[in-house]
């Protein structure tokens, strides 16, 4: 063989290879396999992924090689054999093709006739595959091996009788989920796939695996025998339970949405979807959505008496309730993932009603700073580069778990990662350094000289600010810090936005002229309009929001006619999720991203902007003159935030007790997926406790299992009491989104048995 270069025109790191005859440029130590796909020349496969590490051990992807015109003795697995210049491939000659027929015959010879039972069936790549390379009549007739089932928890279902061991998934939760909870046991043909020790999977996106799965094998447990491939038609939409905004196609049988499924996007999510963007769509069918407008009748018992209204009458009362108490005496309080259509319009309505009390951040206690959300410095494609990465207040995982995916790509490739908060929680990467301290000395040991030797200075850095920095009384301290450390360093500064839209809903003008949230439940308006709210779960300060909802009249936009809104509210209108919506949200890379209406609208329910429209027709206001969701757009406008400071922060530090540090708990972040039935049973949903370090249970007279009593100056809470080493001394920590623990605001709490 020569030492020439078949090709002398090509980068020195490229090589001409010639795959059926094409010829074509591949990079140096790449595989066939990848330059086929790139030139569109198809090549059977089954364990080959192209965001996973080889295995070859399908062999489906058998082709014939020669080089300086002498042919391989045996065909060559496309997918490990890399390329070098001169290199002939021939995936379609005699040779190859009989060598895949032949691999086609082994699989099949164990696996299972039942495809018109299989939820994979019109969608499986065996199927596809076997009716191209596959016998009509199998040679053998022994009896089929069978595996036994094993519980992988409620979002995955097995049929392990159908597995012919590629071990996508088992690279999947070893490689991408971090978790290694699957593998392969016993050996030969007895080889089989499981978790060994038999207990669910407990990784937050484990529904990759089904379709990482090339088979039946593993399947939606929650789509299960509901409806066959080709009955359903692919709606675009988005995920819209964290700032990331994944993209994701909504499947829908005669209007109801049926699953979920991931839309390739590389600056947002790849491939991949997290259990809580797949399964939330179980919440669109609880028993508590709201159906059709609905007044109260009367204050009889916790909820009233309630009647169903038609539009004309909802409409009618709520234009009245708002012309009685508007302008200071009203406040407009919105969901952080509203979208941006919306959004804008309520800014017009409280414009029009002549009120500065407006706000979309519901869940943050300090805005002494007047901090609004801001867009990632660094894009969350790049930060799988970076070099070290700082993370702050944030259950990482649970917050943003394909943000978290990302920061595991950047440790795989040598980042140094070091995490500075109350609790050690848990990642999937090793930690460089910890500083675990209560949430009022994070703001300290961002400035102390042990997290700055450790950073050091050069390559590229990221600092992340998360929901427990960035929703804690100590928040604006946090981010003053957090700045300051970045600018020290040269560090891009990503403050994770708290609320799937808060980015974009900033920047359509969904902010305080006058009161923020905090302020206008500190000191109670007559009337409250309330746009997606659970007004229960969804509020910093639930007592604050409680006792100001409670006494004033409120008009509510709602998914749901649960108990909450029924307890404060006067008029129910219902509206839209966002999967049953046109609409555009702003990402945490501060990129707009459309979504479009899927499932059909419940009973009477309209989407948002139309009831919007409506009702300031009700009002005679100006701005809403368009008829379409074209026009809406047209007059959408997006700007710089500006939002005037609020009073001094809350004061936390005075008093005894312990401090406390609050999340987010992963499966209770909205109403939706708070009603997702699944989820609520996955092993991440721990349920409302209390989590001290030993030595102050060992004070308080606690051990783990025991109930306790945390109370503090807005409420109390009997929790069951966990230990764990995990949480810095002097702190307690709870999980939000659950009613046991929405009693306790800020401020330190004391700890008692119960």
Sequence with gaps: MSAQPVNPNLPPDHVTVFIDGVELAAPKGSMIIHAADKAGIPIPRFCY???????????MCLVDTEVGGRSAPKPSPACATPVMD???????????????????????????LDCPICDQGGECELQDLSLGYGRSVSRFVERKRVIA????????????????????????TAEVAGTYELGGMQRGENLQIGT?????LTTELSGNVIDVCPVGALTNKVFRFRARPWELIARESLGFHDALG??????????????????????VNECWLSDRDRYSHQGLYADDRAFRPLLRVASNGDDGDWREATWEEALAKAAQILRDNAADNLGVLVHPATSNEEGALLARLAEGLGT???????????????AVAEAFAMPVAEI?????????????????????????????????VHVVGPVDFEFTFDIASRALVAPSGIADALGAGELAEAVGGT???????GAVAENGPHAAGIRRAAADFAAAHGASLCRIPQGANALGLARHGVLPAARDAATMLADPRSAYVLYGIEPGLDFADQAAAGGALGAAQVVAFSHFACQSTRRVADVILPIATLFENDATLTNLDGRDQRAFAAGKLPGDARQGWKVLRALAAELGLPGFEFTDLGGLRAGLVARTPSVPRAGAAPATDGGEGLELAVSQAIYRADGLVRRAQALQAHPLTVGPRVTLHPDDARAAGLATGAMAKVTNGAGTATLQVHLSQSVAAGCVWVESGYGATAALGAGRVRVEAA
């Design 49 to 59: 992924h192209d965001k996973l590490s080889i295995a070859a051990n399908c062999r």
């Design 86 to 112: 001169g290199l002939k491939v021939f995936t379609r000659n005699e040779k190859a093709l009989k060598a895949q027929r032949n691999v086609m015959e082994f699989l099949l010879i164990n696996h299972p």
């Design 149 to 172: 089932d094993e519980d992988m928890g409620p979002l995955v279902a097995t049929e392990m009788t159908r597995c012919i061991q590629c071990t996508r998934c088992v690279r999947f």
């Design 196 to 200: 060994y020790d038999g207990k669910p």
């Design 246 to 267: 994944s993209n994701l196609f909504l499947h829908l049988r005669r209007g109801d949405v049926m699953r979920a499924v991931p839309r390739d996007n590389e600056a």
């Design 356 to 370: 500065g009390n407006l706000d979309h951040r519901i869940g943050q206690r300090d805005l002494s700073d007047g």
């Design 384 to 416: 799988e580069q970076a070099d070290t990465i700082v993370i702050v207040g944030s259950n990482l995982r649970h917050e943003i778990p394909l943000l978290h995916q990302r920061v595991r790509k950047a440790f795989l490739r040598g980042a140094k």
């Design 459 to 465: 390559g590229r850095i990221v600092v992340i600010v």
